[in-house]
């Protein structure tokens, strides 16, 4: 198997340099994780408040960024990054990032750091997601169109469970299929219980349909399309130069409240340190431009030239 190659840091940075980029803080990762929590109640709140298009569309968008948000905070949680006390760290990844929006820490972090091993080459198990690209316009309008109404969001959720019942042979239980899949979905059934509970006791049973489920089954699964094409679409197949196994995408203020969260568009970086904590992906990216190692870094303007670029193919 071909192993994605490395480089080491301390072929970049000096031992004062890295020092503090690949430290870990007891309370930065708990910070951003809190500040997703309040971004999303604000959101929320704003509606209630305001009752209107406009802020029910800001809410929408707002809280599904932050539902992304929250993968990325599990993300980092799968790398040791939110805590140094690696308990803490994995509860709170699992707990408070990964059960709420439907996934889960313990089945990620194998499978993701697969995919840091194997970067871009043969064996890597991200490579179905870059592979499509680049696709036609309307190609990319169709999955887009399919993400913000809700069909992305449903062969996700229950694709697996109608998958298993046409497989299923006739005498087998349908029960124990259901069963099996309430098992495997049991921390986000049990979180979004939860939080209907909480919001019926406050008489607002509604918002967790409107302000959580909504933006979950349409503005999540396009904020997630969005980064996983900037972060590896267009990049080579068996890239044998490490700065080159992701794109870092240049994120303006806006791009970074409703598509990337959480410093996620330096993917490059992360690819290059996958251990060095979220919030000091920037740092790292302006030593590297000091020095002049981001020339041949893999890189873009911002989202939407990458998504033109991902559309490029000519119709057939």
């Known amino acids: 198997m071909a192993v994605a190659s490395r480089i080491k840091p301390q072929e970049l940075f000096t031992p004062q340099e890295w020092a503090p980029l690949s430290a870990r803080s007891s309370w930065r990762g708990l910070l951003m994780v809190a500040h997703a929590w309040a971004v999303i109640v604000a959101a929320g709140a704003a509606f209630v408040l305001w009752p209107n298009p406009l802020t029910y569309l800001l809410a929408v968008m707002l809280i599904g960024a932050r539902q992304l948000g929250l993968a ?20 709170v990844g699992e707990w408070l990032c990964a059960a709420p929006v439907g996934a889960s820490l313990a089945k990620y972090r194998p499978y993701h750091l697969t995919h840091h091993k194997y970067a871009q080459q043969a064996e890597d198990p991200d490579l179905v997601l870059s592979a499509p690209f680049p696709t036609t316009r309307a190609s990319l309008r169709r999955k887009i169109v399919r993400d913000l109404t809700g069909q992305t969001f449903f062969k996700q959720r229950f694709g697996p469970l109608l998958g298993k019942l046409r497989q299923a042979p006739s005498d087998q239980p349908r029960g124990a299929i259901f069963s099996g899949e309430v098992g495997r979905q049991a921390l986000f059934l049990l979180w979004n219980l939860g939080l ?38 267009l990049v080579a197949k068996d890239e044998p130069d490490p700065f080159r196994h992701a794109r870092t995408t240049r994120a303006n203020w806006l791009e970074r409240a409703l598509i990337a969260p959480y410093h996620v568009n330096f993917h490059a970086e992360h690819h290059l340190f996958m251990h060095m904590p979220c919030w000091n992906l920037p740092k790292a990216h302006r030593l590297l431009a000091a020095k002049g190692r981001t020339e041949g870094m893999l890189t873009a303007p911002g989202y939407l030239s990458v998504l033109k670029a991902a559309s490029s193919r000519s119709p057939a």
């Open 72 to 91: 990325i905070l599990m993300h980092e949680a799968a790398h040791g990054g939110l805590h140094p006390n690696l308990k803490v760290n994995d509860w």
């Open 196 to 233: 209907l509970a909480a919001l019926s006791a406050i008489g607002l049973w509604w918002a967790w349909l409107a302000l959580w489920i909504v933006p979950m089954a349409t503005w999540f699964p396009l904020v997630t399309r969005l980064r996983n094409i900037a972060e590896h679409a």
